[in-house]
């Protein structure tokens, strides 16, 4: 588990790049990104002050908010979200208000949890938080264990966020719903369907693109097909139907998954793809970037901006990727 999750590490360049991401994405598709900071309340990719950390039970320690309240035991004392959220510091960082990380067995074959002090890990909802595989519990601790001695920072916490959304958000029906709705909505701008007048550009986009358009056409129909209009590529009622027949057997792991990778390359065909294991997350950075990549290659790497861009973008598809690896992972 610990090789499983170490481009985690990578992810402390999230917080610095996230502005620029939502700048370079351009198109329909900002509008989308967008959607996971407003979908039912505390939002698919949810918030730094709530989702990345969990409500922890039992009080134990003191925090900035125990402390202004003269030490009792108070709800911040009780919840580690609130303790993150009342502790928050300008660089969005929050106090360390934990020592031990550990993994435990949920009783009655509830699958595998994580405790902070010997405290249970909660959810934002204030349930006992517990996954099916003891693989992604082991690298949920590992990001809180990795957290500097004094500071939790929530942005290098990428699974945490997936994993919160996953079992408190997309497990109801219309938070469901709703989010197959948006990635329904934006498929006909989909990158890989948006292609440029014939070039050298439209060449690079056929040899990236191709392939994930070969292998929706076996899922969606053969009917899929891009286009070179800005208005975007309108697509057959039957693809359409096929893909949110396709979105709504996922569970909620998955559709978590697809639904972030999606929105992190603009492109509901690649997060399919790479949630499948249809193509690697190299590929699926590719295919997000290959406007990108072909002024780069005509101008150059611009150092600070494209180099962080690139390892913001692979800890976006590689965390998805890899919590459904973990989720996978036979017992041991």
Same mark, same amino acid.
């Given at each position: 588990?610990?090789?499983?999750?170490?481009?985690?590490?990578?992810?402390?360049?999230?917080?610095?790049?996230?502005?620029?991401?939502?700048?370079?994405?351009?198109?329909?598709?900002?509008?989308?990104?967008?959607?996971?900071?407003?979908?039912?309340?505390?939002?698919?990719?949810?918030?730094?002050?709530?989702?990345?950390?969990?409500?922890?039970?039992?009080?134990?320690?003191?925090?900035?908010?125990?402390?202004?309240?003269?030490?009792?035991?108070?709800?911040?004392?009780?919840?580690?979200?609130?303790?993150?959220?009342?502790?928050?510091?300008?660089?969005?960082?929050?106090?360390?208000?934990?020592?031990?990380?550990?993994?435990?067995?949920?009783?009655?074959?509830?699958?595998?949890?994580?405790?902070?002090?010997?405290?249970?890990?909660?959810?934002?909802?204030?349930?006992?938080?517990?996954?099916?595989?003891?693989?992604?519990?082991?690298?949920?601790?590992?990001?809180?264990?990795?957290?500097?001695? +004094?500071?939790?920072?929530?942005?290098? &916490?990428? !699974?945490? /966020?997936?994993?919160? #959304? =996953? *079992?408190?958000?997309? $497990?109801?029906?219309?938070?469901?719903?709703?989010?197959?709705?948006?990635?329904?909505?934006?498929?006909?701008?989909?990158?890989?369907?948006?292609?440029?007048?014939?070039?050298?550009?439209?060449?690079?986009?056929?040899?990236?693109?191709?392939?994930?358009?070969?292998?929706?056409?076996?899922?969606?129909?053969?009917?899929?097909?891009?286009?070179?209009?800005?208005?975007?590529?309108?697509?057959?009622?039957?693809?359409? +139907?096929?893909?949110?027949?396709?979105? &709504?057997? !996922?569970? /909620?792991?998955?559709? #978590? =998954? *697809?639904?972030?990778? $999606?929105?992190?390359?603009?492109?509901?065909?690649?997060?399919?793809?790479?949630?499948?294991?249809?193509?690697?997350?190299?590929?699926?950075?590719?295919?997000?970037?290959?406007?990108?990549?072909?002024?780069?290659?005509?101008?150059?790497?611009?150092?600070?901006?494209?180099?962080?861009?690139?390892?913001?973008?692979?800890?976006?598809?590689?965390?998805?990727?890899?919590?459904?690896?973990?989720?996978?992972?036979?017992?041991?």
């Amino acid at each position: 588990a610990a090789a499983a999750v170490s481009p985690v590490a990578g992810s402390m360049v999230h917080n610095n790049a996230a502005g620029r991401m939502k700048t370079l994405a351009g198109g329909r598709w900002v509008g989308m990104m967008g959607v996971q900071s407003s979908a039912s309340g505390s939002g698919v990719s949810v918030s730094v002050s709530r989702g990345y950390a969990a409500a922890v039970e039992g009080g134990g320690g003191a925090t900035a908010a125990s402390a202004s309240s003269g030490g009792k035991n108070s709800r911040h004392a009780e919840a580690s979200s609130d303790r993150v959220g009342a502790g928050m510091r300008g660089d969005g960082t929050a106090p360390r208000f934990y020592k031990a990380v550990d993994v435990v067995e949920v009783p009655g074959g509830g699958g595998w949890g994580v405790t902070l002090d010997g405290r249970p890990l909660k959810t934002p909802k204030r349930t006992a938080l517990a996954v099916p595989s003891k693989a992604l519990a082991l690298a949920l601790a590992a990001e809180w264990e990795w957290q500097s001695g +004094r500071s939790i920072r929530p942005f290098t &916490m990428p !699974l945490m /966020a997936l994993v919160m #959304t =996953a *079992v408190d958000q997309m $497990a109801l029906q219309d938070v469901r719903e709703f989010h197959v709705r948006k990635l329904l909505e934006y498929f006909p701008s989909d990158v890989t369907l948006i292609r440029a007048e014939p070039g050298p550009l439209a060449e690079r986009q056929q040899r990236v693109h191709g392939p994930i358009i070969n292998w929706a056409r076996t899922e969606l129909g053969d009917s899929l097909a891009p286009t070179t209009s800005i208005f975007g590529a309108d697509q057959a009622p039957a693809v359409m +139907r096929a893909a949110e027949r396709r979105l &709504m057997s !996922l569970d /909620a792991w998955e559709l #978590t =998954a *697809v639904f972030n990778a $999606a929105s992190s390359t603009k492109s509901l065909l690649t997060g399919m793809a790479l949630i499948r294991g249809v193509i690697t997350v190299e590929h699926a950075m590719q295919a997000a970037r290959v406007e990108e990549d072909f002024q780069i290659d005509e101008w150059g790497l611009v150092e600070g901006g494209h180099d962080i861009d690139q390892a913001d973008l692979k800890v976006r598809l590689t965390a998805p990727h890899v919590m459904l690896l973990l989720l996978r992972h036979k017992p041991f």
